[in-house]
């Protein structure tokens, strides 16, 4: 059962352009969203996470927005380049417990 | 930087043997993670450890079992590997709890034939 819904699947974007990754989940326990980045032939990093708290955390060009009463997530990445072209996927979790990740999304940016 | 290194970045097996798949961090790490990526499926869990000797099934543990008897390492076990079982295979480490930032492996892309 698929607990975090992460669209699209792929995302082709212009350099310079803004990418939108949606995430929406269905538990209202979960309290903990982080985004991983993965790049081709490595593994994931975490690249950012949020808290129910806030509604916005920013780490350079790179924004996550949070609405708590739609149940959904995003991740915004401001003037796209092509050194941001990767797989990305978003996550949640309750409490202490495991992360449940999402299905990712490939995004490629061109020149 | 935390390093997590699997054994094998490509691995072919034929169906019915029985794979290993290693996993090593060297920073000291509690919680060690096996995932499963398949396009379209994301990551998938298949078990973890929290610490040694002890194992959690994750959400599909089904055809695997795993090791953990040093802290570093934590192995995966395919016992009769079938052609359902070809993925990209990661392995993840973390320190304190399950959900803080996961330190994974470039993984193991496992063909099984």
């Known amino acids: 059962q698929q607990q975090v819904k992460q669209s699209p699947q792929s995302l082709i974007v212009q350099k310079g352009g803004i990418s939108i990754i949606n995430c929406a989940y269905e538990n209202t326990a979960f309290d903990y969203f982080p985004w991983y980045q993965q790049f081709p032939g490595k593994g994931p990093a975490l690249l950012i996470a949020?808290?129910?708290?806030?509604s916005e955390k920013k780490e350079g060009r790179f924004t996550i927005s949070f609405n708590k009463s739609a149940k959904q997530f995003s991740l915004h990445i401001m003037d796209s380049q092509p050194g941001d072209s990767a797989t990305y996927f978003c996550?949640?979790?309750?409490?202490?417990?495991?992360?449940?990740f999402g299905t990712g999304t490939r995004l490629q940016v061109f020149p | 930087d935390v390093k997590v290194t699997q054994s094998s970045r490509y691995l072919v097996k034929r169906t019915g043997e029985k794979v290993f798949l290693e996993c090593v961090q060297d920073m000291d790490h509690e919680n060690m993670f096996w995932y499963r990526q398949d396009p379209g499926l994301g990551l998938r869990l298949i078990y973890f450890s929290y610490d040694v000797k002890m194992k959690e099934k994750g959400d599909i543990p089904e055809g695997y079992s795993v090791s953990r008897e040093k802290k570093e390492r934590f192995s995966l076990i395919l016992e009769s590997a079938s052609t359902n079982q070809t993925s990209m295979y990661l392995c993840a480490s973390s320190l304190g709890g399950l959900r803080e930032k996961l330190f994974f492996g470039s993984g193991t892309q496992l063909s099984v034939l």
């Open positions: 949020i808290r129910p708290d806030v």
């Open positions: 996550a949640a979790s309750k409490n202490t417990d495991k992360l449940i």
